[in-house]
């Protein structure tokens, strides 16, 4: 009889145990599920926010607005560069980079930066 008991106890802690991590499992499952759409409502604000501000970007960098800047006194200094000032670089130079070691520092920058 008391070996019984024993076993009947022992199971019965299990299934407590087992019992007790399902519900928290659930639990967990279930917090995730009110989160989402909280998040999903931020992720939908954020697209809109990167939207408005792309057509601002696109706004500010249509020619017609340039060229209204360049009038205005404050950017008059600016000017176009001359050919020579140009600097051009083929498309896999840019990539390559050369390594220089300064007091135990290694300095990375691509070819052709000063």
Known sequence: MNKQIIRLSFCIIIFSVLLYKHINKVNQLTSLK????????????LTEDNNRL???IDKFENPNNLIKLIRK?????LKHPIMQDILKVKEGI??????????NYSISM????K
């Open 73 to 77: 006194k404050e950017f008059a200094h």
């Open 94 to 103: 840019a990539l390559n980079k050369k390594e220089q070691k300064q007091n």
């Open 34 to 45: 009110l989160e989402k759409p909280r998040l999903e409502k931020e992720v939908f604000f």
């Open 110 to 113: 691509p070819v052709g930066a």
């Open 54 to 56: 792309r057509y601002e």
